[in-house]
């Protein structure tokens, strides 16, 4: 998957827009206010970011103009992991930082969201009014009972409604939470139940490719299931009466009520979010207000390049924290994008034609939707103006190199594609956007600034080109403070800290290139080690779903109990195709051309889908358990699956071969 360290570039960027980056600014003014390198570019700026991680964070914080109420004592006072103690001592709110723009008069009218349904067009909110409602709310909130701590859910789509209920939560110190309404009522308790709720947001149904999904019946189930709420609030999205005791959105929203920003502690909890919980109750993972502050600030003002002239789309929902790092574009004065529907309605373009109509300036997807523009013969750049689209960035799973040639050749050859990896671990990326570097073909541009990114070998000795796990060797702002009911800390040190103490160890395999660059091979858990030789499941993917027939795969690695190796290769067909031995053939042969000979699968096996999580993530590990023989109860959270059904035929598979 990797480009050699001499190929050509897919992209550079040119000194004009190096020079503009604000990247490139802020190294130029660190140098001369904290010590940074003047000279050495992007590479020499990572390594002090790193070496002198207080320092960095400390001018990170003075070059977005952070808001201390009261002032820290020290940038980190603990750097053991897990337990890391940032900027202890100050107060700060994170909402107050996200509605500043609508301070300025020159920028109070101009929009701070753009909202965009399937119907395709948009409504515009504007910063003063974004700030006037999330006032009104804040002040009925406080007027409900809820204080700072207080957990505050959304069961909402992405919406301008769902941000001005996160930023009422987050003005007076409570904590947020949600789900999107495609969530059944028990995956949404298997997450809300952890945190006990004292107000839930919901819509009474969404529309999605097309059709209204009604969910009043979700919604009094959640209810009845939840006896922490005091309030419930409605919002009218197919236009039903609220449901009897709920109160309505419009009545809380109307007042004009300057908001205002309780300050709380840096390490005061921002939001609860969800690992996937494929095979238990997912992970309840807790950020801080000023964690994800900073770390957002540098990720979205330095990585992204976003400031006030740019439109920021990235297709997400409210169930992925894509969403929560999406609304923190208002940080930089950036205007939001929130698209609700179905990415591919009326047709594969839809997420394009977004792009195009609201002149977003940085369009963020995911991957497998990349690939499926490509598949389906789609030209974006002939087909739409995307003139304002400087980058495209991806994520969900790596880019395959045909993503990144096709978004060359079919959107722009001036484009800079980022693809991005990290996690809702972090709320962010370990790896990914550079304004200023190359684009190597395959590759995530290089790791991040203050992300001390390393790839180990099972004795915890660096490799550079070689495939070994990631870790991150000292703290980042925004890892979490805690998991939510995990009194001791065991489950958030097993989750990380397990196999090298002190140091997080994510759970993907990644190569360091020589030239700093980053390749993800796909998840360490579900590593394919074939006689001694590692693979990453992404690398098989990457290889067989360039074959037309082939629409999507799963690949499992099987140790049998007699020492040998089953290693299947499940595939969803196109329309029209069929999994004949000429077919079989071909997937062989690509596998053993384009990867190795070991990883030829013993058997191509034709599956009616393939399942994911609920964020879209291909399902590895319960899959492989359900394989072993373990019950379908014990081997996948329910809950944590988009169909299923799909399940039952791994189930079956298993018992004809035990």
């Known amino acids: 998957m990797t480009a050699a360290a001499n190929e050509a570039p897919l992209w550079q960027p040119g000194p004009d827009r190096i020079a503009a980056a604000a990247v490139t600014r802020f190294q130029s003014w660190a140098s001369q206010r904290y010590g940074a390198p003047a000279e050495g570019g992007y590479a020499a700026l990572h390594q002090w970011s790193v070496d002198e991680l207080d320092t960095f964070w400390q001018a990170v914080a003075d070059w977005f103009e952070v808001r201390f109420s009261t002032p820290y004592e020290t940038v980190l006072a603990d750097r053991t992991m897990p337990g890391a103690q940032w900027f202890p001592g100050a107060t700060l709110n994170y909402a107050e930082h ?56 959304g069961y909402l789509p992405n919406i301008p409604q769902a941000v001005v209920a996160f930023l009422a939560t987050a003005a007076v110190g409570g904590v947020w939470t949600s789900c999107a309404p495609d969530f059944g009522a028990r995956s949404v308790l298997d997450r809300f139940q952890q945190v006990e709720p004292v107000v839930l947001f919901t819509v009474d149904g969404y529309r999605y490719g097309g059709k209204e999904h009604h969910r009043a019946d979700t919604v009094a189930e959640l209810r009845r299931e939840l006896p922490t709420l005091r309030a419930v609030v409605h919002i009218p999205l197919l236009g039903t009466e609220a449901p009897e005791g709920a109160l309505e959105w419009s009545a809380l929203t109307s007042a004009d009520t300057e908001p205002v920003f309780e300050q709380v502690p840096f390490d005061h909890p921002l939001w609860v979010l969800y690992s996937s919980g494929t095979t238990g109750l997912p992970k309840a993972i807790v950020q801080s207000q000023g964690g994800i502050l900073l770390e957002h600030f540098k990720q979205i003002g330095l990585h992204c390049d976003l400031g006030p002239d740019d439109r920021f789309f990235w297709y997400t929902s409210t169930g992925w924290m894509m969403w929560n790092f999406l609304v923190s574009g ?17 047709d594969v373009s839809a997420q394009w034609r977004v792009a195009e109509q609201t002149g977003a300036t940085l369009f963020g997807t995911s991957a497998a939707y990349v690939m499926a523009c490509r598949k389906a013969g789609v030209h974006p750049g002939r087909d739409f103006d995307l003139s304002r689209v400087q980058c495209v960035a991806t994520t969900g799973s790596p880019l395959p190199p045909d993503g ?19 996690g809702t671990d972090v709320c962010s990326c370990f790896a990914g956007a550079v304004p200023t570097l190359p684009v190597h073909i395959g590759e995530l541009q290089a790791a991040c600034l203050g992300t001390d990114l390393r790839s180990w070998d099972p004795a915890g000795r660096p490799l550079i080109g070689e495939v070994g796990e990631l870790v991150v060797t000292a703290p980042m702002p925004s ?32 190569t360091i290139t020589e030239h700093g660059s980053v390749i993800i091979h796909g998840r360490s858990d579900s590593t394919l080690n074939r006689q001694g030789v590692r693979m990453g499941s992404a690398d098989i993917y990457e290889a067989v779903e360039r074959l037309p027939e082939i629409r999507e795969s799963l690949v499992i690695g099987l140790e049998e109990p007699d020492g040998g190796y089953w290693m299947p290769l499940f595939v969803h067909l196109a329309e029209g195709a069929r999994l004949d031995d000429e077919l079989r053939d071909s997937i062989k042969r690509t596998i053993r051309e384009n990867l190795s000979p070991r990883h030829v699968p013993d058997e191509v096996i034709e599956v009616p889908g393939i399942p994911h999580t609920l964020t879209g993530k291909r399902i590895e590990v319960p899959v492989k358990r359900l394989l072993q023989g373990t019950a379908l109860a014990k081997a996948v959270n329910p809950g944590s699956i988009d169909n299923l059904e799909l399940l039952h035929f791994y189930e079956d598979l298993a018992r004809k071969r035990h």
């Open 98 to 153: 996200a509605l500043r723009t609508a301070e300025d008069p020159l920028r109070a009218d101009a929009p701070a969201l753009l909202h965009v349904d399937e119907t395709h067009t948009q409504v515009p909110v504007s910063w003063s009014e974004l700030r006037r409602r999330v006032g009104s709310l804040a002040a009925e909130l406080r007027a409900l009972g809820v204080a700072p701590g207080d957990r505050v859910s």
């Open 330 to 346: 208002l940080l930089t004065g950036t205007t939001l994008v929130l698209y609700d529907g179905s990415p591919g309605y009326p």
């Open 404 to 422: 990144f040639r096709w978004l060359h050749d079919e959107v722009d050859a001036e484009l800079w594609i980022a693809s991005v990896s990290g």
């Open 479 to 510: 890892m979490p403070t805690r998991f939510w009911n995990d009194p001791d800390g065991s489950r958030y040190h097993d989750s990380y800290f397990d196999m090298y103490p002190g140091v997080w160890r994510h759970g993907d395999w990644i």
